[in-house]
């Protein structure tokens, strides 16, 4: 399989763009697996050819109510100073299509980057910065090269000074660990000042699986639902349920903070437009119901 070139990849109202290939994370639910990736390198498609495969692809729709650009699908994007000067670049040149963004890490950027990006938005909330938290007390043994959760919060806090919102990403959830944590992380993202956060289920194969087990992280088998990536809906891989994590949603939604299945959720809601996804027309499992998209389009009845 060739690992220099990741071509962009259009699912469900987003296109999913990989600026670098591969990671030196070391996390030890990673999906990267699935296409045998570890040491970071970068896409050898080059900005410019990455562009054009995005805008002559027929399902790009460009402008704030089009296509989300969702950037560092196989390859965390900040990880050293040559994924971050060729992330910010790619990230400046998709800002100028107009259409909305999201990018996220679980390393972060000086503020001199932060600020090059900010200053190239075209509009008020093109733009969402989005860091993950699995667990505060065991990401040492499962994130083991990554930025510590309180590190990722202070990213997120420099683009919220930059203008950019800031959301994190509670995924994947990990039974016996992210469960028993939850509450604990939601009162640390509301005292951190974020107002938005996506929960999602752990994507896995039988190998992710065993290695969780017999690395003492996981007691039982979680396999519940086949599934595909949402940045590669051609792998097919399992999945736990994401009806477990609706109970979380319901107890911890309040206005302080919204919980979302979705980070193009997040999108949609701080620019108050359809989500492209079109989750909540498709009387999809992900729509929450906010009232964001039955607000933003005219629809018929559910
Ligand atoms: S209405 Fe549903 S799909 Fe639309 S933003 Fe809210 S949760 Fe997401």
Redesign the pocket.
């Known amino acids: 399989m060739n690992t220099d070139i990741i071509h962009p990849k259009f699912k469900d109202g987003r296109v999913f763009v990989s600026p670098v290939i591969g990671c030196n994370g070391g996390c030890k639910y990673c999906y990267l697996k699935l296409r045998n990736l570890n040491k970071p390198s970068l896409n050898n498609l080059g900005v410019s050819s990455l562009i054009e495969q995005i805008t002559s692809h027929q399902d790009f729709i460009s402008g704030k109510n089009g296509t989300i650009i969702s950037i560092g699908a196989w390859g965390d994007i900040f990880q050293n100073i040559k994924t971050v000067n060729y992330s910010v670049k790619l990230i400046i040149e998709l800002m100028k299509l107009g259409n909305p963004i999201q990018f996220m890490s679980k390393y972060g950027v000086d503020s001199k980057n932060a600020s090059k990006i900010a200053n190239n938005i075209q509009y008020h909330n093109q733009m969402l910065y989005s860091t993950t938290i699995t667990s505060l007390k065991k990401w040492d043994e499962l994130e083991p090269f990554t930025f510590s959760p309180k590190k990722r919060l202070d990213t997120c806090n420099m683009f919220q000074e930059y203008g950019i919102e800031s959301n994190v990403l509670i995924k994947p959830f990990l039974p016996g660990i992210t469960d028993i944590e939850f509450e604990h992380i939601i009162d640390l993202l509301i005292e951190r000042g974020i107002k938005y956060c996506v929960v999602g289920k752990l994507y896995l194969n039988k190998e992710i699986q065993y290695n969780l087990i017999h690395g003492g992280i996981m007691c039982e088998n979680i396999i519940k639902e086949h599934s595909t990536l949402d940045c590669n809906g051609d792998i097919e891989i399992n999945s736990s349920s994401i009806t477990s994590l609706y109970d979380f949603i319901k107890k911890h939604n309040d206005k302080r903070i919204k919980i979302?299945l979705?980070s193009s959720?997040v999108n949609?809601?701080i620019n108050q437009t359809n989500?492209p996804?079109n989750?909540?027309i498709n009387h999809s499992r992900?729509?929450?119901?906010?009232?964001?998209?039955?607000k933003n389009r005219i629809l018929p009845p559910r």
């Open positions: 979302f979705k959720c949609s809601n989500n996804s989750y909540f992900y729509c929450i119901n906010c009232g964001n998209c039955s």
